[in-house]
T-cell receptor
């Protein structure tokens, strides 16, 4: 069974601070994908990144960076110099890389971290 | 341009009155998913279609049904909605080639309120 744990329910920081959102996952699959999604108050899920299990390189995209470590089953997300517009709920998610026709083909989400950036 | 389109964006209906939510896609993806997201919770997969093959999650209530008349459209039918079905309903699509599963694209969701 797959499981994604986001232990931080809510984080509040002042604008311009750096903030890291933690994600720990469990899976028996050897090939899988990890994702981060942003969900603003309007409700849509905004795709941020996908990482496959073969690629442990860290990635940076502007103020966003991701640290994938298979050894600790973690896929953490850091926002540098946070801005008020970053305020949202952030979900970490996991899916199998190979379609099997069963329930695991959907995304397994963590419970989300509500990030509040105060001006 | 929106590639996964959900209608309506907001829906209010009465307890027990059947309701249908719509999802369409322009991506020509062979898999379409429906998720339910209750307030302050993570999205939860209800079921998905691989082409015309329907795959139901074990804990999805019988009250929830789905139809996929063609590649582009997929519907979520709630036969007798209860107050506990108030939620955001998210549609997603992906392409599966062979056994290789591509990432999912989400629509903006339908906020359903049962009164």
């Amino acid at each position: 069974a797959q499981k994604v744990t986001q232990a931080q329910t809510e984080i509040s920081v002042v604008e311009k601070e750096d903030v890291t959102l933690d994600c720990v996952y469990e899976t028996r699959d050897t090939t899988y994908y990890l994702f981060w999604y942003k969900q603003p108050p309007s409700g849509e899920l905004v795709f941020l990144i996908r990482r496959n299990s073969f690629d442990e390189q860290n990635e940076i995209s502007g103020r966003y960076s991701w640290n994938f470590q298979k050894s600790t089953s973690s896929f953490n997300f850091t926002i540098t110099a946070s801005q008020v517009v970053d305020s949202a709920v952030y979900f970490c998610a996991l899916s199998e890389a190979n379609y099997s026709g069963g329930g695991a083909d959907g995304l397994t989400f963590g419970k989300g971290t509500h990030l509040i950036i105060q001006p | 341009d929106a590639m996964v389109i959900q209608n309506p964006r907001y829906q209010v209906t009465q307890f027990g009155k059947p309701v249908t939510l719509s999802c369409s896609q322009t991506l020509n993806h062979n898999v379409m998913y429906w998720y339910q997201q209750k307030s302050s919770q993570a999205p939860k997969l209800l079921f998905h279609y691989y082409d015309k093959d329907f795959n139901n999650e074990a804990d999805t209530p019988d009250n929830f049904q789905s139809r996929r008349p063609n590649t582009s459209f997929c519907f979520l039918d709630i036969r007798s909605p209860g107050l506990g079905d108030t939620a955001m309903y998210l549609c997603a699509t992906s392409r599966v080639t062979g056994t290789f599963n591509q990432p999912q694209h989400f629509g903006d969701g339908t906020r359903l309120s049962i009164l």
